[in-house]
């Protein structure tokens, strides 16, 4: 599967089986039946055997899963009240498209009218208690029927390349790290490698705590879309990292203080092979690292991401660059370990 | 044309306040087949006329959409730009544009990402300034391609929901240039006497100007002027929203009453159910500017309610709409010379 091709698969946390089948048989028909298996937490995980003694093991992962919503009752007149399945921000869902269930129901949601706001609505963030789904239902009891509670939506959203060498796309957190993932798997590397596509990422690291606890592997590099807030503010100092500039390395993030030789290797692993790279500076957003680093007796973790522009809505924007950059240079470290 | 078919077509074409030409040509394109002469004016608005006897009757809708104009290019590449008409800033963050430069180029509306924000600024909407348009190239290359002043349209999408209703952007007031023109093709079955013209007016989201220029060309007796109104959505005033399954039809001192009343009467007759929309003042269509032209032009106003208006997913319902076209063509089959002298009595 290509970037697009993941990208437009739906998968909210906790919704990730359509993708996890996909994946499975891509990764079955390129490893074989034995070395393809899901765990208990829905983590799909690929074992490549290394070719050579006494190499650590080690895991790429990624996470399978998207922020989207989910239904949880309507209104009289028929619109979806719903609430975020992991953190979006309510300032950027107004006047989008979503989808809605698996028929993928088209949805839009709307917001009262710029002509009929008060003076206070045009200050205030529309929350979640007073945003809808509309579906087009008449009623109540029509909406329910084609979208009963905990149904889930997802940003209605194309796949498309713009501007210099970039994408807008919805889900590229972090459909770019399952993107290299696949890529990985085509090669044979010294020691064990584990690719992990992990589930429920978005909604509190949940499935990469059983896949770092099962595998429990030496050293840990996960795959990741970071946020890059890196244009229109002026201010450097706001700027977490640049869409372009290469694969963001990461030394701290809000949940894992990663350990500073992997670190260090990385830096010096992407100037050794000219691979585009960049350091994350801002402290900012938690990840599965988190787990990996801290099941059973603890492992090496690093973070590799991608600086996305507007991640957890519709219109994320990555760097092709940068994609290539963080699977040259996590290939370039399986290939030294 | 098949109502939906067109509305697809339409929808898509930018057209934004003071460059209609394209939306025009397309507009003018399709009113061919069901009129004896179709032009555009000097200010984009498309006047498609079937000759009667009289009195002369203008039926108005605007082509003219909301959008966007670029106002600066950042030294990073990022563009700022401000609204052509009441462009809401609360629906831009994370939405997709087209914007009209040298070659047509997909942007992105980007803000500063909100776990960099502080918690007071985290509760606020984001403001014209705190937003600007990623078009995924350097400063330079953005200088190339774009230039202060290019007109940027929201993202377009036609999107079918449940029970004939559509979400599509320029609903205002494409829509009512659907209505319009199933209006036109309806009366190719039916007698009229009166000379019907037929405008699809520029410039109503800034002004109302395309509206009171082609009503001084055209010199009518009387007008019809479609525009859409609030259909009800969560929170909106009680007074000011409509149910969204059927017309309005407008009361108040912008309103003729003899005309308004005639409206009604046809509605009734032909079965179509209908909404009385009070507009004690400033209707905010055409109607407000087409009313004094000349010696004045006596109308009515017509509305299709439309949800989340002035957004990119305004809502319409298709029954809705093709009922407001019979009712249309029912009251242009209807007017004689008679309205003329009994207008004021």
Redesign the interface.
Known sequence: MDLKQLCEIHAPSGNEKELRRLLAEEARAALGEENVRTDRMGNLLCSIRGQEAGKPHVCVSAHMDEVGFIVMGA?E?G?LRFRPVGGI?P???????VLVGEKR?????????????TRE??????DYD?L?I?????NKQ?ALE?CPPASVACF?APY?L?????V?AKALDDRVGCYNLLRLMRESYPGDVTLAFVTREEVGLRGSAGAAYALQPEITVNLEGT????????ETQ?Q?CAAGAGVAVSFMDNSSIYQRRLYQKMMRLADRNAIAHQVKR?V??VNDAANYQRAAGGARAITLSVPC???H???S?C?LNDVEAQYALTRAFLQNV | MQTEQFLREVTALPGLSGGEEAVARYIAGAFEPYCDEVRIDALNSVIARIRGRGPKVMLCAHLDEIGMMVAKIEDDGALRMRGIGGVDPRILPGMRVTVHGKERVLGVIGAKAPHLLSPSEREKNYAWDELYIDLGMSAERARETVRVGDCVSLEGGFTELMNGRFATKTADDRSCAAILLRTAELLQRMDTTADLYFVLSSQEEVSGYGAMTAGFGVDPDFCVVLDVTHAKTPGAPELEAFEIDSPTIARGPFIHPYLRQKLEDIAKEQRVAYQCEVVPRDTYTDMDGLETVRGGVPGVLLSLPVRYMHTSVETFDLSALNECARLLAAYCASVSGAWRDELWI
Do not use: W
């Not at chain 1, 300032?91 to 498209?97: F, M």
């Not at chain 1, 509309?134 to 008449?138: L, V």
């Open positions: 209104t007149e619109l921000d300032r950027v869902i107004v006047s989008k498209r129901l088209p949805g839009v949601i709307g917001a009262i009218a710029i002509h009929l706001q609505d045009m200050d205030r963030v529309p007073h809808y509309d579906i087009g239902a008449k029509e084609q209605d498309t713009f501007g210099d060498g970039f807008c946020a890059a807030n890196d244009l229109g503010c002026g706001t977490v801002g900012t957003a522009r507007y991640i809505s519709g219109a924007v760097c």
